[in-house]
T-cell receptor
């Protein structure tokens, strides 16, 4: 079974600084997708960034970028120029290509942004 | 486009009762997945429906069931509620699943007393 591990239950960052959230996963599949989701307190889960395993290039979305190390099965999220609105629980998720709507989530990392 | 909607948003039930939760996906989306979120177990996949058929199923007891209608709206039902069923139930939709982004609803918070 696929597993997703987020080893940092909590992280904090100073406003305008950079922070990296870690995620590792275990799979024997070659066709899969990785995601980072953000869940602000009492608010809806939203997608931050998405990576296809077959793409070597790391995905970026404005201030958010990933470091995808396929051989090491590592998928970290870097948030640059952190803003107060980035404070949330961040989840790393894995989805096998053939498993359509089934995602496996890590336990989450709570990010605090200090003004 | 309107986002994923879930009703009701909050629910209080007692042990032994049953409950039905509803999810309306984004217009045009045919895949609907359900997840249970608890502080202890995190986010756990319940099941996924696509074109009215259950396509994937997680490791939950048979008390948890679901269905999808021809308009892609989905319901999940939990019978004989237990205290441990207290959770935030999230549904997520995508056009057809696979590697597509899943868009989540706000969730239904269920409290079982």
């Amino acid at each position: 079974a696929q597993t997703v591990t987020q080893s940092q239950p909590e992280m904090s960052v100073q406003e305008a600084e950079t922070v990296t959230l870690s995620c590792t996963y275990d799979t024997s599949e070659s066709d899969y997708y990785l995601f980072w989701y953000k869940q602000p307190p009492s608010r809806q889960m939203i997608l931050v960034i998405r990576q296809e395993a077959y793409k070597q290039q790391n995905a970026t979305e404005n201030r958010f970028s990933v470091n995808f190390q396929k051989a090491a099965k590592s998928f970290s999220l870097k948030i640059s120029d952190s803003q107060l609105g980035d404070a949330a629980m961040y989840f790393c998720a894995y989805r096998r290509g053939a498993n359509a709507g089934k995602s496996t989530f890590g336990d989450g990392t709570t990010l605090t942004v200090k003004p | 486009k309107a986002g994923v909607t879930q009703t009701p948003r909050y629910l209080i039930k007692t042990r032994g009762q049953q409950v039905t939760l509803s999810c309306s996906p984004i217009s045009g989306h045919r895949s609907v997945s359900w997840y249970q979120q608890t502080p202890g177990q995190g986010l756990q996949f319940l099941f996924e429906y696509f074109s009215e058929t259950q396509r994937n199923k997680g490791n939950f007891p048979g008390r948890f069931s679901g269905r999808q209608f021809s308009n892609s709206r989905s319901e999940m039902n939990v019978s004989t509620l237990e205290l441990g069923d207290s959770a935030l139930y999230l549904c997520a939709s995508s056009f057809k699943g696979a590697g597509e982004t899943q868009y989540f609803g706000p969730g239904t918070r269920l409290l079982v007393l």
